[in-house]
């Protein structure tokens, strides 16, 4: 960081006059800038797989205030102490449902966000992997 700026790494210009033999400087830097696209690319579906949860759960929690509001008042309505124990319990088994397929519904979710998200990667460490091919050339042999 120079001046409080934050500087971008810029492989090519770091490459810039090195001779390595056998290396392709070219092909390192464009590889390089490839695994940053890729990494950009993974942190933006990361960013909206958590967005994704986020809403959900934020919906969630509306729904089951909403529920617990319509609980209150089934259970004033009840009347007697038998018909509100047996509005408890139906309500506290609706309620364990809910929550179960919440958790689901959440935990699917997460696994959609991480697959992509760890795709984008996979993605790009195979092509990287066959990238070293054009990086590392054969020396021409002169007999």
């Known amino acids: 960081m120079a001046n409080g700026s934050t500087a971008y790494f810029d492989a090519g210009r770091l490459l810039e006059g090195l001779d390595v033999p056998g290396v392709n400087l070219d092909a390192v830097a464009a590889s390089q800038r490839k695994n940053v696209d890729a990494i950009t690319k993974s942190g933006e ?35 007697s102490f038998e018909t509100a124990a047996v509005t408890m319990a139906e309500l ?20 959609k966000a991480n697959s992509k998200t760890l795709g984008v990667i996979n993605k790009r460490v195979a092509a990287g992997l066959d990238e070293v091919k054009t990086i590392v050339s054969r020396p021409t042999s002169t007999s």
């Open 45 to 79: 579906l990361a960013l909206d797989g958590a967005r994704a949860i986020a809403k959900r759960q934020s919906e969630m929690v509306s729904e089951s205030t909403e529920e617990f509001s319509e609980a209150v008042r089934a259970l004033v309505a009840a009347g």
């Open 92 to 111: 506290a088994k609706s309620n364990y449902q809910k929550t179960l397929a919440n958790l689901w519904e959440l935990g699917e979710l997460a696994t």
